[in-house]
């Protein structure tokens, strides 16, 4: 199932394969920098770099060592001849696993960087489609005063730009090297080494490190994709909510032949929601470790290590699946209005509630006197007696101040839309920038008691 949502770039991208190639190309590029400073020839490296891992060669070497870091090399030294001494010179483990997992890093949040992109873009062409399409807003789960599908999709929108802007800083944070030796003092190496390596493989060097590059760095990363996630289980559980059976407002897509239930064959389920809100929980459990990971003692130890090679992985490649999956989602749900205004007009005309107060407040009556007098029919209308309206119009405290033709005037739905598309422009929301034009339907009047 994870093959059909996932990039194979993002399974490449933390495969041993490409590991171990990001380790060459770290060695290649250091063995480069000392030829060019003239600490070993100029002749040796066009050899260097036709060095190869034989990844079953160190799986070998590795049962003997068991560090695979000596492993590594001794495959890559057995495809060299005697320029074989140049590699890893200088260096320690860290200088080059760090670096590589840099490079992997950042090569990974590109990947998540353009799906982030895409669902932006997606969703702001459902925010313009359904710009107009008037529902309940909800506050504590009860109705309290129509919005629209769009501002709620718009809102999204915003929320993952912001992700966005977020991923980018978290890019520039982890796109470093460290080449400085086993403490960070160069005592085998020279920061210009360093700066010219990490020139060749497109990064920044650290300005200071000890053993390893600072998990400072790795844990705002990791955080970062937490924070995405937990915006998407933001957004799946409000279209949980909006599905289930006595609301139906918007459904996950459900395609032909689908199931839902082994027993029930009447059921919709909203699995693929349910599954994004699974997998961000497990993303904060990883951004937890990742922040656990900071600490280590002195100059560094290997406490952070063995749960990296799990949590830098996994939180990728559960991202990766889990805005694909929304992406699929944005497209294909169903949106159904009637049902929007139907819900809308449950409570009887109770969203004008606030609107009928301040009414009372513009001619005189204190606020206090306005919400007593305004609560005491909305507690009638939630018992179901009569319309909310009509218990108004029949008040004669109410209508002493406010004529019933007056308040009928307040029962207008409109007037809860008035600054929709001045949101919309705040946004840049226009349609001429997303990739998916939509045309947003025109607002229709509706009158009190017409849903």
Not at 32 to 52: F, L, N, Q, T, Y
Not at 58 to 81: C, N, P, R, W, Y
Not at 345 to 364: H, P
Request: aromatic residues 8%; positive net charge.
């Amino acid at each position: 199932m994870i093959e059909r949502y996932s990039r194979p770039q993002m399974k490449r991208i933390w495969s041993d394969e490409n590991k171990f190639a990001k380790w060459l190309d770290v060695e290649i590029a250091v063995c480069d920098a000392w030829a060019e400073i003239g600490v070993i020839p100029r002749s040796s490296v066009p050899k260097i770099k036709m060095a190869r891992c034989n990844h079953k060669r160190m799986q070998e070497i590795l049962k003997e060592t068991h560090h695979d870091m000596t492993a590594f090399l001794g495959s890559v030294s057995e495809s060299l001849g005697k320029e074989s001494r140049f590699i890893h010179l200088g260096l320690t483990s860290s200088d080059v696993m760090d670096t590589a997992l840099s490079l992997q890093m950042v090569e990974a949040a590109n990947l998540l960087n353009q799906d982030v992109k895409e669902l932006i873009s997606l969703i702001a062409g459902q925010a313009l489609t359904h710009k107009y399409t008037i529902m309940i807003g909800r506050t504590h789960g009860i109705h309290a005063e129509p919005t629209t599908f769009g501002l709620k999709l718009a809102l999204w929108m915003e929320e993952m730009q912001r992700n966005r802007y977020r991923l980018a800083e978290a890019i520039k944070t982890i796109a470093v090297g460290k080449i400085s030796g086993t403490v960070g003092t160069y005592a085998t190496l020279t920061p210009e080494v360093e700066e010219k390596a990490c020139a060749r493989l497109g990064l920044t060097p650290a300005p200071i490190s000890n053993q390893v590059l600072q998990r400072d760095r790795h844990a705002q990363f990791v955080t970062t994709l937490g924070i995405i996630a937990g915006s998407l289980e933001k957004f799946a559980t409000e279209i949980r909510l909006l599905q289930k059976t006595e609301t139906r407002e918007v459904e996950e897509p459900f395609e032909e032949g689908q199931t839902g239930s082994s027993a029930m064959p009447h059921k919709r389920n909203p699995e693929l929601c349910e599954r994004i809100s699974g997998m961000a929980r497990l993303m904060r459990g990883y951004a937890l470790t990742s922040m656990e990971n900071i600490s280590l003692w002195h100059e560094r130890d290997i406490s952070h290590s063995c749960n990296e090679r799990i949590i830098l992985p996994d939180s990728c490649i559960l991202l990766d699946y889990a805005l694909n999956i929304f992406k699929g989602i944005i497209v294909g749900m169903k949106v159904f209005p009637e049902n929007m205004k139907r819900n809308m007009e449950k409570t009887k005309g109770l969203v004008f509630s606030q609107r009928v107060m301040l009414a009372l407040i513009n001619k005189g009556l204190s606020r206090y006197k306005a919400y007593e007098l305004v609560q005491r029919n909305a507690m009638k209308a939630w018992q179901g007696r009569k319309t909310f309206l009509n218990l108004l119009k029949n008040d004669s405290e109410i209508t002493a101040s406010l004529p019933p033709a007056e308040i009928e005037a307040l029962f207008d739905y409109q007037y809860y839309l008035r600054y929709v598309d001045e949101i919309f422009q705040r946004l840049g929301l226009t349609g001429s920038q997303w990739k998916k034009k939509a045309t947003a339907s025109k607002p229709t009047t509706l009158a009190p008691g017409s849903l």
